[in-house]
């Protein structure tokens, strides 16, 4: 059940999604910015042929397999097709599947969807964020139901306030939001033989995944340790995160998203790398 866990309190729905919100460029902006950089939901939903490459093409209709012992997941279908996809849902209907978990229909969605971590995407990003999947084409793809071997929750607990990010200003908090959003201690923190993050060692690596050419990774220590980032210079672990390449000439695996991950703008990159270093140093 190592994965059954990655199930905690998420976010209920706030007031901007009850009556929907107006769509301006800005907005389109920014959600373009959010979906192809560090949230990267498409590393995940996006079409995949035989050998786990991507298909442009076919967009975030989903089907990639994500199976574990405790569970066989597909990423489902995201984009607006009115019969496969989330055309049908309401704006407040897909910020609560993102951020609650739970569909329109009232079912849960489970694991490997990171909603601990996504309970931190602010009310105007996660706006952002559901403008640029509206605007997406409709992809007509059937995709598997996921099965699990255990009972899901009924709810991911009580409801929270309204989330407002940090300043940008503050680099620290606001790099510490950016890894939040983009779930990077989902796969860059040690569990427990139950499935729980490990959260004493933040960042300090050692997860196993499949990847979707069949390949297997170890999740790399991120954490400014000996084991970790601490002989690294910012230009080195910026290069890695955008370019999946590391200081040594290391091709890293495909399931770390570098190919969306490319176009973080080096404001946010900076941000990133203060929030890394601010890590407790742990060994791998």
Request: glycine share 10%; with cysteine.
């Amino acid at each position: 059940m190592r994965t059954s866990l990655r199930l905690a309190a998420c976010l209920v729905l706030a007031a901007p999604f009850a009556t929907g919100w107006a769509q301006d460029d800005a907005q389109m902006v920014r959600g373009k910015y959010l979906m192809e950089g560090v949230v990267a939901c498409a590393n995940c939903h996006i079409a995949r042929g035989d050998k786990g490459q991507p298909l442009f093409d076919k967009g975030m209709s989903g089907g990639m397999l994500f199976e574990d012992a405790a569970f066989k997941a597909r990423a489902p279908n995201i984009t607006p097709d009115p019969e496969t996809g989330i055309g049908k849902w309401t704006n407040a209907q897909l910020a609560k599947a993102i951020r609650e978990g739970i569909r329109p229909d009232g079912s849960v969605i489970g694991p490997p969807m990171p909603i601990p971590f996504y309970r931190n995407i602010s009310d105007s990003d996660l706006a952002a964020i559901i403008a640029y999947i509206k605007a997406q084409p409709p992809v007509k793809h059937v995709v598997a139901k996921s099965t699990y071997n255990f009972p899901l929750p009924p709810n991911y607990g009580p409801p929270l306030a309204p989330v407002q990010a940090p300043d940008a200003a503050d680099t620290l908090k606001y790099g510490q939001y950016l890894a939040n959003i983009g779930h990077c201690m989902e796969c860059h923190t040690p569990r427990d033989n139950k499935g729980m993050l490990v959260t004493s060692r933040l960042g300090a690596g050692g997860q196993v995944f499949p990847g979707p050419d069949g390949s297997t990774t170890l999740s790399a220590n991120l954490t400014p340790h000996e084991n970790g980032l601490k002989d690294w210079t910012d230009a080195q672990i910026a290069q890695t995160i955008r370019t999946g390449i590391d200081k040594n000439g290391h091709h890293l695996k495909p399931i770390m998203a570098f190919g969306w991950y490319k176009n973080i703008n080096d404001s946010d990159m900076n941000a990133l790398i203060t929030y890394l270093r601010s890590l407790k140093p742990e060994p791998s």
